[in-house]
């Protein structure tokens, strides 16, 4: 009977010979028995490094003690602290004791990403055992779980067992913490999201919810997130309708809609009364979009931001007579203005981007000078190309004592060119008998002339406590001009 390694490397050139054994017992050929006797030898240095080794880190912790006072005397409580604003992983390496402190404290192991990858060399072991090892040492606390598919290839051959194998681990996670979520964050493909999420427990104490979709995937026409009651206070959902989560919205203050229809978005201000402040975002046209005559009012909302959507057809349909912060991409100047007239709101912020020539020249001013927005403190326009009399807008500033008069903060945003330096003055003229206190422009075409810069520069000296701000110039601009003209540059005061 051959030897193993024999029969490995069996060959049958002429003169090679192979070691006989007997069966179970040792080889007797001389190269068998001196690779047995390194491997014994081997083994032996092992056991002795492995003693001095651990030794040495024995020492070497006495030794951190001795040379290192700061590190090691620092009371807990300030390493505590020192933990919340650093890797937890990098600091519980610093010594031992750091270490055991780390460990100890549940409050650092509440907050755990997990990124999902199709990629067939993920360990997902490695990942489960991590991911459970983190959150068992955050105790009884409630916890913040983050889920994101960083890399998800549908093609590629491991696909399936890939997905399988992600919705087995987050399942068990999920069994075993789910309790105690307190934020759900979840960006998760459609395969592995609804197996996941159909089955997840999930008590009242989650307040924080988060579905984020593809675009392209196709969700089930309603599922439940849990046998409880969910009473979340904060939901954002990307391309997935508000009515297909079957949550209880009465507690709802936060929302942020992405990729939904129209008509999901309004009926939300229906069942969700406690909502206090809305997103929307590329919201989609309803096909079966019917016209309605009666408005949607809501009662307590104070803060919207309509982007890349129909703003338009959103703004005409609704009544929010609590509303004190509107910021629309591409409402219209006149529905914009139909909208505050049609409710005494008390609107403290107003933000308009408008992607299109305003038209009449006037319709920007009308808007500004209608008594409902007598109580803006700040007011954000970005224009493509502004009104031809631009520059009646600013000196609506220093003739109108009454125009904006509780303006604190003014950002005007135009690309188009012919804006000229002189136009800015009566705006900086105005901060006398108005509390405006920051000035973003983009910077006039004749900012370079000397004379100019000088105005500028007096103003700043005079007023160091009002922040104006040319947008698109250099942040060292006026100090390298200041340094040219032999001036002093006075630094804003202004948090």
Partial sequence: MLCDLCKAGRTDKPGASACEVVEGGPCACDPCLKITDLDIQISSVEAILKRLTDARRILQTACNCIHDPIVSRLPPELIHRIFYLSPRLVLGAVCKTWREIAWNTPELWTRLSISVDSNIRKNIVREREMSFEWLSRAGNLPLSLYMNRARWESSSPHYSRMAQSWVVFIQDLMNEFGNRCRVLDVELPVKIFFPLMSKTRLTSQLKHLAIRLNHCDSAPEVFSLSTDTLEPEYVSLSSLEPHLVKISWNNVTRLALKGCEENGCLNIFKYAPSLVSCRLESILPDENRQPSLQFITHLRLRHLIIIKSLADWILERSIFPELEYLSTADATISTIQDFVSRFCCNLKTLEMTLQYHVRPES?????????????????????????????????????????????????????????????????????????????????????????????????RRCNPWINLEFLDLKPDFFQIQAKRLGLEYVAVEVE
């Fill in 363 to 459: 319709s920007l001013l009308e808007l500004l000078q209608t008594p409902y927005l007598h109580s803006l403190e700040s007011l954000s326009i970005t224009l493509t190309f502004g009104p031809a009399n631009k520059e009646q807008f600013f000196d609506a500033f220093l003739e109108n004592p009454t125009f904006l008069p509780e303006l604190k903060g003014l950002t005007y945003d135009c690309w188009s060119p012919g804006l000229q330096f002189a136009w800015v003055v009566p705006v900086m003229s105005s901060t006398k008998f108005r509390p405006l206190s920051t000035i973003k422009i983009r910077h006039p075409d004749d900012i370079y002339e000397d004379e100019n810069l000088r105005h500028f520069f007096e103003f």
